[in-house]
C-alpha cells in the first residue's frame, strides 16, 4: 500500500479564546480592563502539530471530531487556508473549546472546556484503519475517542508518537498512549521524578525515545539507557507566549525523526521550533519554516559543536 501521508495527527482540534491577564495568577477583583484585549482563533494541540509538520514539509493528514458550529468553522478555515487535509467525524456536543489566560511574561493558564465530549465519541474504524494504511507516522492526541484507535493504528504498522502534556506520572488514564507510542513526549510540569517516570515508560511500554520537556531548563531525552540532557534554545526574539511551545517541539522533533537526523539533532529541531513559538503572539497560529529551522540549527551546531 502506498504511503502517501507523512503524518497522521489524530484528535487535538479545537478554538482558544486569548486572554491577556496583568499577572498569573490573576488577583480576585470585580473586573479587570485587558488589553490588547479578548481573541478566539483555530488551534489547539493536535492543529498546533499538524501546522508545524506541515510548515516543515512533511504530508500531513489531520483526523479528529468536530461540531458543526462557528469554532468547527474555524478550524476548518485554518487547515482549509493552510492547506492541511483534514477528516472530520461528526461532534454532536460541539467543537472542543479552552480560554487561555496569558501573563505579560508569556505563561499561560488554560481552562478546558470539559463538556464537549461524550464517552461514546468514537472515529469510525474503516475511516481510521484507510487513513493509517495510507500513512508513515501517527501521531495521536490524549482526547478521549484517540485512545480506541491505538489497536488499528498498530495493526497498521505505523510507528506512533503521542504528548501526555503535564501527566503527573500516575493518573491511569494516561497509560494506554504511553505504553503505546514508539516516541513519548511529557512535559515536567507535574513529574515529582522525571527521570523515573521516563524509565518507567520505557520499560512498560514501547517506547524507543522518551522526550521530557522542561521549559527554560531545555529537554531530557532517554533512549536505550542513556538519558541526555538537552539545554535550551535562546528564542530569536522576545517570549511572549508559551502557548504551543511544546506541540512545536513535537513537530520539530518528528520532522528530525522521520527523515532519518540522529536523536540529538532532532531533539534540537524540537528545541529551535518549541523557542520560535514563544515568540509568536498567542492570537496567531504560526510555525517555523523547514529552511528557517534547517539554517538555526546549521548555526547552533556550529558555535556549539558536540
Given at each position: 500500500?502506498s504511503?502517501?501521508?507523512?503524518?497522521l495527527?489524530?484528535g487535538g482540534?479545537g478554538?482558544d479564546?486569548?486572554?491577556?491577564?496583568?499577572?498569573?495568577?490573576?488577583?480576585?477583583?470585580?473586573?479587570?480592563?485587558?488589553?490588547?484585549?479578548?481573541?478566539?482563533?483555530?488551534?489547539?494541540?493536535?492543529?498546533?502539530?499538524a501546522?508545524?509538520?506541515h510548515e516543515?514539509?512533511?504530508r500531513?493528514?489531520?483526523?479528529?471530531?468536530?461540531?458543526d458550529?462557528?469554532e468547527g468553522?474555524?478550524?476548518r478555515?485554518?487547515?482549509?487556508d493552510r492547506?492541511i487535509?483534514?477528516?472530520?467525524?461528526?461532534q454532536?456536543a460541539?467543537?472542543?473549546?479552552?480560554v487561555?489566560l496569558?501573563g505579560?511574561?508569556?505563561?499561560?493558564l488554560?481552562?478546558?472546556?470539559?463538556?464537549?465530549?461524550?464517552?461514546?465519541?468514537?472515529?469510525?474504524?474503516?475511516?481510521?484503519?484507510?487513513?493509517a494504511?495510507?500513512?508513515?507516522?501517527?501521531?495521536?492526541?490524549?482526547?478521549?475517542p484517540?485512545a480506541h484507535?491505538?489497536?488499528a493504528?498498530?495493526?497498521?504498522?505505523?510507528?506512533?508518537?503521542?504528548?501526555?502534556?503535564?501527566?503527573?506520572?500516575?493518573?491511569?488514564?494516561?497509560?494506554?498512549?504511553?505504553?503505546?507510542?514508539?516516541?513519548v513526549f511529557?512535559?515536567?510540569?507535574?513529574l515529582?521524578?522525571?527521570?523515573?517516570?521516563?524509565r518507567?515508560?520505557?520499560e512498560?511500554?514501547?517506547?524507543?525515545?522518551?522526550?521530557a520537556?522542561?521549559?527554560?531548563?531545555?529537554?531530557?531525552?532517554?533512549?536505550?539507557?542513556?538519558?541526555?540532557?538537552?539545554?535550551?534554545v535562546?528564542?530569536?526574539?522576545?517570549?511572549?507566549?508559551?502557548?504551543?511551545?511544546?506541540?512545536?517541539f513535537?513537530?520539530?522533533?518528528?520532522?528530525?525523526?522521520?527523515?532519518?537526523?540522529p536523536?540529538?539533532?532532532?531533539?534540537?529541531?524540537?528545541?529551535?521550533a518549541?523557542?520560535?513559538?514563544?515568540?509568536?503572539?498567542?492570537?496567531?497560529?504560526?510555525?517555523?519554516?523547514?529552511?528557517?529551522?534547517?539554517?538555526?540549527?546549521?548555526?547552533w551546531?556550529?558555535a556549539?559543536?558536540?
Amino acid at each position: 500500500m502506498s504511503r502517501d501521508i507523512d503524518v497522521l495527527v489524530l484528535g487535538g482540534a479545537g478554538v482558544d479564546t486569548i486572554v491577556h491577564v496583568p499577572e498569573l495568577p490573576l488577583p480576585y477583583a470585580d473586573s479587570h480592563m485587558i488589553r490588547p484585549g479578548i481573541e478566539t482563533r483555530a488551534g489547539q494541540t493536535g492543529d498546533f502539530v499538524a501546522l508545524g509538520l506541515h510548515e516543515l514539509g512533511l504530508r500531513t493528514h489531520h483526523l479528529d471530531l468536530l461540531g458543526d458550529d462557528p469554532e468547527g468553522d474555524l478550524v476548518r478555515a485554518l487547515h482549509r487556508d493552510r492547506g492541511i487535509p483534514l477528516t472530520t467525524v461528526p461532534q454532536p456536543a460541539g467543537t472542543k473549546r479552552a480560554v487561555n489566560l496569558v501573563g505579560p511574561d508569556g505563561r499561560r493558564l488554560s481552562l478546558y472546556d470539559d463538556t464537549r465530549s461524550r464517552e461514546a465519541d468514537r472515529f469510525p474504524e474503516r475511516t481510521v484503519r484507510e487513513l493509517a494504511g495510507a500513512s508513515r507516522h501517527a501521531h495521536v492526541s490524549i482526547t478521549h475517542p484517540c485512545a480506541h484507535t491505538l489497536p488499528a493504528l498498530r495493526e497498521a504498522g505505523v510507528t506512533l508518537s503521542t504528548d501526555l502534556h503535564d501527566w503527573n506520572g500516575e493518573n491511569p488514564y494516561h497509560e494506554p498512549f504511553a505504553y503505546a507510542a514508539d516516541i513519548v513526549f511529557v512535559s515536567t510540569t507535574a513529574l515529582a521524578d522525571p527521570e523515573r517516570t521516563m524509565r518507567r515508560v520505557g520499560e512498560r511500554g514501547r517506547a524507543e525515545v522518551v522526550v521530557a520537556t522542561a521549559g527554560a531548563e531545555g529537554a531530557y531525552l532517554l533512549a536505550g539507557d542513556e538519558l541526555v540532557h538537552v539545554p535550551a534554545v535562546p528564542p530569536p526574539a522576545p517570549v511572549v507566549d508559551s502557548n504551543g511551545a511544546g506541540d512545536a517541539f513535537a513537530a520539530g522533533f518528528l520532522f528530525g525523526r522521520l527523515t532519518g537526523e540522529p536523536l540529538r539533532r532532532c531533539a534540537l529541531y524540537g528545541a529551535l521550533a518549541g523557542a520560535h513559538a514563544c515568540t509568536v503572539p498567542s492570537t496567531r497560529a504560526e510555525a517555523i519554516s523547514r529552511v528557517e529551522l534547517v539554517s538555526r540549527a546549521a548555526e547552533w551546531e556550529k558555535a556549539y559543536p558536540v
